[in-house]
């Protein structure tokens, strides 16, 4: 009987868990996920308490023309109520709470600019659709900022789409240009954010819990605390793993990987070195890259170039860094207030940036509760910063070395709330920061070479699996694509006659175009 291991817990491998066994056929108990930490999500990492205080590094955008994840979601009982699926309980949720932002920028001093206007100059314009009909092999080694005049990035729809996507200047422009191809169906919503999908809690226990449940049911075998350190490989120009070494509590493992055997790698991870602080603790920025997922792409792509270059995504932490912050208050007062200033109700208003802020933040308020156990009187909001480096306006120190009771005072700095207000506000609040190294390293400047293909040519049974394996036209950062990377891996490396839905290419549909002219326009 042939065994299937996943090297890594996150969303691509559970994902591919399931594709297995519903499409392929594949017992339960004949998949091992192998998991370096204790836990399972990778990325879906909302954890805590109501006395502690909630905590996660972040959570993924994701809407209607998700087509691989909603077919995932459409085949996964609801952890709360089992009786339907998790598509249908996000498609239920949303709508109940549609996203409608009436408040999406903010100036300093506290006021609302037009940001429905995308402050665009004609060559702005001209620059926006010149990198969009760019063929990609002309942008590799180019940065966003290389394709634009300054201008750019002073405007409302730079702001509006960098840190919904979290985009920085000195990123890829490659992956820039995919996504403005893939999501151009957003650009007449950019401003209201209208079409943008929420899980009912955090994504977590709406995506990650039911999902192992039902992997678990099956038989499926997951092992904590086992870090791969290699693969071996028969001699031979074909790709054919032979056995995996571990490394555990106990010391060193080997796994044998038999004939008919496959082996799927989470190659990177954008949450790897991940810190937390606390209202009294910064962070701090790990920069040790001890991570087992970077680790072992660098040992599998010395002396294989189909393996892609793992150097070009973690070797400059400065620029694929950034901090976020989970805040949980016990009074309702800062919804209210909240409520007041944006004039939407909690989880229907969406992204809120301050533009001028030296840290660029953006907070979101989520619909409540947003975790399973959240207690009645508590709220968890969350935000976070793009210009980590830089020192706060209100608190003058970097956003890196600010404790979360420093984070917290300089987002209602930006507020404005009377002075009564923000003191209450803090006394009622749990604010941990989360430092992230990598969180947009798949978005730093690249070629068409660097990302090792799904499955690499002449592989019999490896295939990688996450942000750093190639699909083309998909966008990285997004939990489509590490669910499209999965169905592709499994289908081929099973040989199934089967393929994953094509990508949405709003490019197609003369509406789309229509409106995205009159977004450039406006």
Same mark, same amino acid.
């Given at each position: 009987?042939s065994?299937?291991?996943?090297?890594?817990?996150?969303?691509?491998?559970?994902?591919g868990?399931v594709? *297995?066994?519903?499409?392929?056929? +594949?017992?339960?108990?004949?998949?091992?996920?192998?998991?370096?930490?204790?836990?399972?999500?990778?990325?879906?990492?909302?954890?805590g308490?109501?006395?502690?205080?909630?905590?996660?590094s972040?959570?993924?955008?994701f809407?209607?023309?998700?087509?691989?994840?909603?077919?995932?979601?459409?085949?996964?009982?609801?952890?709360?109520?089992?009786?339907?699926? &998790?598509?249908?309980?996000?498609?239920?949720a949303?709508?109940?709470?549609?996203? $409608?932002?009436k &408040?999406?920028?903010v100036?300093?001093?506290?006021s609302?600019?037009?940001?429905?206007?995308m402050?665009?100059?004609?060559?702005?314009?001209?620059?926006l659709?010149?990198?969009?009909?760019?063929?990609e092999?002309?942008?590799?080694g180019?940065?966003?900022?290389?394709c634009?005049?300054?201008?750019?990035?002073?405007?409302?729809?730079?702001?509006?789409?960098?840190?919904l996507? @979290?985009?920085?200047?000195?990123?890829?422009?490659i992956e820039?240009?995919r996504?403005?191809?893939r999501? +151009?169906?957003?650009?007449?919503?950019?401003?209201?954010?209208?079409?943008?999908?929420?899980?009912?809690?955090?994504?977590?226990?709406?995506?990650?819990?039911p999902i192992?449940?039902w992997?678990? =049911?099956?038989?499926?075998?997951?092992?904590?605390?086992?870090?791969?350190e290699?693969?071996?490989?028969?001699?031979?120009?074909?790709?054919t793993?032979?056995?995996i070494?571990?490394l /555990?509590?106990?010391?060193?493992?080997?796994?044998?990987? #038999?004939?008919?055997?496959?082996?799927?790698?989470?190659?990177?991870?954008?949450?790897?070195?991940?810190?937390f602080g606390?209202m009294?603790?910064?962070?701090?920025?790990?920069?040790s890259? $001890?991570?087992?997922?970077?680790k072992?792409? =660098?040992?599998?792509?010395?002396?294989?170039?189909?393996?892609?270059?793992?150097?070009t995504?973690?070797?400059?932490i400065?620029?694929?860094?950034?901090?976020?912050?989970t805040?949980?208050?016990? %009074?309702?007062l800062?919804?209210?207030?909240? =409520?007041?200033?944006s004039?939407?109700?909690?989880? /229907?208003?969406?992204?809120?940036?301050?533009?001028?802020?030296?840290?660029?933040?953006? *907070?979101?308020?989520? $619909? !409540?509760?947003f975790?399973?156990?959240?207690? =009645?009187?508590?709220? +968890?909001?969350?935000?976070?910063?793009?210009?980590?480096?830089?020192?706060?306006d209100?608190?003058?120190?970097?956003?890196?070395?600010?404790?979360? @009771?420093?984070?917290?005072?300089?987002?209602?700095?930006?507020?404005?709330?009377?002075?009564?207000?923000?003191?209450?506000?803090? #006394?009622a609040?749990?604010?941990?920061?989360? @430092?992230?190294?990598y969180? /947009?390293?798949?978005f730093?400047?690249r070629?068409?070479?660097?990302r090792?293909?799904v499955?690499p040519?002449?592989?019999?049974?490896?295939?990688? *699996?996450?942000?750093y394996?190639? !699909?083309? %036209?998909?966008?990285?950062?997004t939990?489509?694509?590490?669910?499209?990377?999965?169905?592709?891996?499994v289908? /081929?490396?099973?040989?199934?006659?089967?393929?994953?839905?094509? &990508?949405?290419k709003?490019?197609?549909?003369p509406?789309?175009?229509?409106?995205?002219?009159?977004?450039l326009?406006?």
């Amino acid at each position: 009987m042939s065994t299937y291991t996943f090297v890594g817990s996150g969303i691509a491998s559970l994902a591919g868990a399931v594709f *297995l066994i519903r499409d392929g056929q +594949v017992a339960g108990k004949d998949i091992v996920i192998l998991e370096e930490s204790h836990q399972f999500g990778g990325a879906f990492d909302a954890h805590g308490d109501a006395e502690n205080g909630y905590f996660m590094s972040g959570s993924r955008m994701f809407e209607a023309m998700y087509q691989c994840t909603f077919d995932l979601l459409d085949s996964i009982p609801s952890a709360s109520d089992p009786s339907i699926s &998790v598509r249908e309980e996000t498609d239920r949720a949303n709508a109940e709470w549609p996203w $409608h932002n009436k &408040v999406r920028l903010v100036n300093r001093d506290g006021s609302i600019p037009d940001f429905h206007t995308m402050g665009f100059t004609e060559r702005d314009r001209i620059d926006l659709v010149k990198i969009m009909a760019e063929p990609e092999h002309l942008l590799d080694g180019k940065r966003i900022v290389d394709c634009f005049q300054p201008h750019f990035f002073q405007s409302n729809f730079w702001f509006e789409w960098c840190t919904l996507f @979290a985009f920085e200047p000195w990123h890829s422009a490659i992956e820039f240009k995919r996504y403005l191809q893939r999501f +151009v169906h957003h650009f007449s919503t950019i401003d209201t954010q209208e079409g943008i999908y929420r899980s009912l809690l955090n994504q977590y226990d709406s995506f990650a819990v039911p999902i192992v449940n039902w992997l678990k =049911e099956r038989g499926v075998q997951f092992r904590f605390g086992v870090r791969v350190e290699d693969l071996g490989f028969a001699s031979g120009e074909a790709i054919t793993v032979t056995s995996i070494a571990t490394l /555990t509590d106990h010391g060193p493992e080997a796994i044998p990987v #038999a004939p008919g055997d496959c082996v799927f790698v989470t190659n990177g991870s954008m949450t790897a070195d991940k810190a937390f602080g606390s209202m009294t603790k910064a962070p701090g920025l790990d920069t040790s890259n $001890h991570s087992g997922a970077w680790k072992l792409w =660098e040992k599998l792509a010395q002396g294989r170039p189909a393996f892609g270059n793992p150097a070009t995504f973690n070797g400059n932490i400065a620029e694929s860094s950034w901090i976020s912050y989970t805040v949980t208050v016990k %009074d309702p007062l800062f919804l209210q207030l909240m =409520e007041r200033f944006s004039g939407s109700a909690p989880g /229907t208003g969406g992204l809120i940036t301050f533009k001028e802020s030296s840290w660029l933040i953006t *907070l979101s308020i989520y $619909h !409540q509760p947003f975790f399973a156990d959240q207690p =009645e009187g508590v709220s +968890v909001w969350w935000g976070y910063g793009l210009f980590h480096d830089r020192v706060g306006d209100y608190v003058k120190k970097r956003m890196v070395d600010c404790t979360g @009771a420093e984070i917290l005072e300089e987002v209602l700095g930006h507020l404005h709330f009377s002075a009564a207000d923000q003191a209450a506000v803090m #006394a009622a609040s749990t604010c941990i920061p989360c @430092a992230m190294p990598y969180i /947009t390293s798949q978005f730093m400047v690249r070629t068409g070479k660097d990302r090792p293909k799904v499955v690499p040519a002449g592989s019999t049974n490896l295939a990688f *699996l996450g942000q750093y394996a190639e !699909q083309p %036209d998909d966008v990285v950062f997004t939990v489509e694509y590490s669910v499209r990377c999965a169905m592709t891996a499994v289908y /081929t490396l099973l040989k199934l006659d089967r393929t994953p839905p094509p &990508v949405y290419k709003g490019l197609h549909s003369p509406q789309v175009i229509v409106d995205a002219i009159r977004t450039l326009h406006r």
